[in-house]
């Protein structure tokens, strides 16, 4: 990933940051005035472009995550078996404050 994809990635991150707040502090009341509709559908519309923009990156990164994992992990299971030595874990090791 390059720096300009990460660049919009975040954009995509604050923007829809950005609508949920704006969506926050609709009142129904709210949409009963003229254009207020359309001010919500728009709004609506761009939170949900922005989050998929944001989940097909993190789809993407964890893709590339669980190759380099497998990847590496193959090497040092082969590593491990030629020493005859004990792995450190087994499987997917768990992130910092996962709950599995």
């Known amino acids: 990933m390059n720096e300009m994809e ?6 995509s991150l604050r923007r829809l ?7 926050r502090h609709l009142d129904i009341t709210d949409l009963q005035l003229p254009g207020q509709q359309e001010h919500y559908v728009q709004t609506l519309e ?6 998929d923009q944001v989940e097909t990156t993190l789809d993407k990164l964890g893709q590339e995550l669980e190759y380099e994992h497998q990847r590496l992990g193959e ?3 082969q590593h491990a078996q030629e020493e005859g030595a004990t792995l450190l874990w087994e499987g997917r090791p768990e992130a910092p404050g996962s709950q599995r």
């Open 6 to 11: 990460i660049e919009t990635t975040i954009a």
């Open 17 to 23: 940051c950005t609508r949920l707040e704006t969506l």
């Open 46 to 51: 761009d939170a949900y472009a922005a989050l």
């Open 75 to 77: 090497a040092v299971e």
